[in-house]
């Protein structure tokens, strides 16, 4: 990628507080720098679209493609630029922190404002949950195409602050309005990932980008272990600390969940921060004038600048965009993102509701316990598992294998249940539900390697670097779309099958009619 080359040209030494992250990294997880850079130095010449040639596309459908693998491959990587993956990795984990801390507490917090039965919890819980994707959804195209504009750093900026506004807001609500506005609000300002992933784009190259994108995932990861164990562990801290700080004060039984929203809100502004002092402007074009302003370019310098990404060529129409290869990645990561949408929908209102209303009966802080194993297991298996299939499998071959996790996921949740029925002892039924959900999930994560998959496929898929913002934001526009509708069907859906087993009249489908569609919507996206 030229923009990338020029960026960081091969042989440039990394700047001094790059060496000391990678010091610090090295020193925290003693062998774990060697072994990925071993790993992915294997496949260093990574083209993904060449990888599968039964991509149901003929060739001429694909965007161009260069020829000179073998050159790529006789070449050393370039050296990542980490102070600037760092701050990119760090903006990336900002959403799925705020995205999902607020699972573990979500259904308590509905039902204490004591506007709907026990039963219809998860209707209004899977409402909230949406409005971030829905809002996102409306937004994030907005936020890449303006990125193509005026450069990716402004854009990752403002974000963040609005992210952080909107999730601090959302703790300090009680009334249902007042929640459907601060996370409307928090889901309209997050549309970073796609420009997160545009800027990834351009600092990096064909030698080094099979190395740098799966961090992505990985900060996804890291964040689904961080942000349920904030929201449950911090939730109602005057109850669940009695002997605390903050039981001396009624602010906090006032607000039980401010703590939670409060932590998640100020890693965004220090993302913030770390972004306005050490985040530099990727975009082509925003390179290009700034190099001009600084000084007046000879004439030599002048023919090496036309070389770079030309900003009169910018950012294609969105019908030029959208090929039949483009839509058929677009189609395959939305029905990946409706899935996905679904189990984090359905695993914290199952694990919430109670025992006798047909879930698990799960405290906030066993639910958050739960929830971040995920995390866990997806950090393992982005960082260690995937660049080892990926080098033994392909991309393509890759995410088709990874799909079969789900089904045996999605049937195993209800069955953590029948197994905990098994036990008289509420002690010893609770610690069976707690292993099986882990377990589950466990199975589940290791599915989500089909994450970076797409990533690496859709960014692959730009004509050329300056539509990257454009492209990202099709994806994730895509992707919010699907993770707007799938938890409020999920909650609506298990609403009806919780009233259908209470009924004398119920039916074997209605009774099970949230696991039915969770199946099938699992064998639509294997198909």
């Known amino acids: 990628m030229a ?13 001094a507080a790059a060496q000391q992250v990678r010091s610090f990294l090295t020193n925290v997880f003693p062998g774990y720098i060697h072994l990925v850079d071993q790993a992915f130095l294997r496949f260093s010449s990574y083209q993904p679209l060449l990888l599968e040639p039964d991509l149901l ?178 939730a109602e801290p005057a109850r669940q600390y009695p002997n605390s700080i903050f039981a001396k004060y009624p602010f906090f039984s006032t607000y039980p969940y401010f703590v939670p929203c409060l932590l998640a809100g100020l890693f965004n502004l220090l993302a913030v921060v770390l972004g306005t002092l050490y985040l530099e402007e990727t975009l082509p074009s925003k390179l290009i004038k700034a190099q001009k302003r600084s000084a007046e370019l000879s004439r030599d310098d002048s023919l090496e600048t036309q070389e770079r990404p030309n900003p009169a060529e910018g950012a294609q129409s969105l019908k030029d965009l959208l090929t039949s290869y483009l839509v058929t990645l677009l189609i395959s990561f939305g029905f990946m993102a409706l899935e996905n949408s679904a189990w984090m929908a359905i695993v914290p209102l199952f694990s919430y509701t109670r025992v006798e209303d047909g879930g698990l009966g799960l405290t906030l802080d066993q639910i958050g316990m739960t929830l971040s194993s995920n995390g866990v297991v997806a950090l393992v298996v982005q960082s260690v598992l995937f660049p ?32 905990s029925l098994l036990y008289p002892n509420k002690s010893t039924a609770t610690t069976a539900s707690i292993i099986g959900m882990i ?64 009924s004398p009249n119920r039916s074997l489908i209605e009774n099970n009619l949230i696991w039915y569609y969770l199946i099938l919507e699992e064998e639509k996206n294997k198909d």
Not at 3 to 15: E, K, V
Not at 151 to 167: A, E, F
């Open 3 to 15: 923009g990338a080359s020029s960026a960081n040209p091969p042989g440039h030494s990394q700047p």
């Open 57 to 234: 596309l003929d060739q001429s459908q694909r965007p161009n493609e260069q020829d000179d693998t073998s050159d790529v491959s006789n070449c050393s990587p370039t050296p990542l630029p980490l102070k600037q993956i760092f701050v990119l990795c760090l903006m990336r984990l900002t959403e799925p922190i705020s995205f999902t801390v607020i699972f573990p507490f979500i259904n308590k917090m509905i039902e204490d404002l004591n506007i709907v039965p026990r039963t219809q919890v998860g209707t209004y819980a899977g409402v909230i949950e949406s409005l971030f994707a829905l809002s996102q959804f409306s937004t994030v195209l907005f936020w890449g195409r303006l990125s193509d504009r005026i450069g990716r750093k402004p854009v990752l900026l403002t974000g963040l602050t609005g992210l952080s506004i909107g999730i601090i807001a959302f703790g300090l609500q009680r009334t249902f309005v007042g929640l459907v506005i601060a996370r409307s609000f928090a889901g309209a300002m997050n549309g970073n990932i796609a420009v997160v992933k545009s800027s990834m784009a351009e600092i990096t190259d064909e030698s080094n980008k099979a190395r740098a994108f799966p961090l992505l995932p990985l900060c996804w990861a890291f964040g689904l272990m961080i942000g349920p164990a904030i929201g449950g562990y911090t």
């Open 388 to 419: 080892i299939l990926h080098r033994r499998l392909g991309v393509v071959r890759l995410h088709r294998i990874s799909r079969l996790s789900s089904p045996i996921a999605f049937c195993g949740l209800p069955m953590v249940r029948v197994i």
């Open 439 to 502: 377990v589950i999930i466990s199975i589940k994560s290791i599915g989500n390697m089909t994450i970076v998959c797409m990533t690496l496929l859709i960014n692959d898929s730009a004509p050329n670097p300056a539509s990257l913002g454009s492209i990202n934001g099709l994806g994730q526009s895509v992707s919010s779309f699907a993770r707007a509708i799938s938890p409020f069907l999920v909650g609506k859906l298990f609403s009806i099958s919780l009233a259908a087993a209470k």
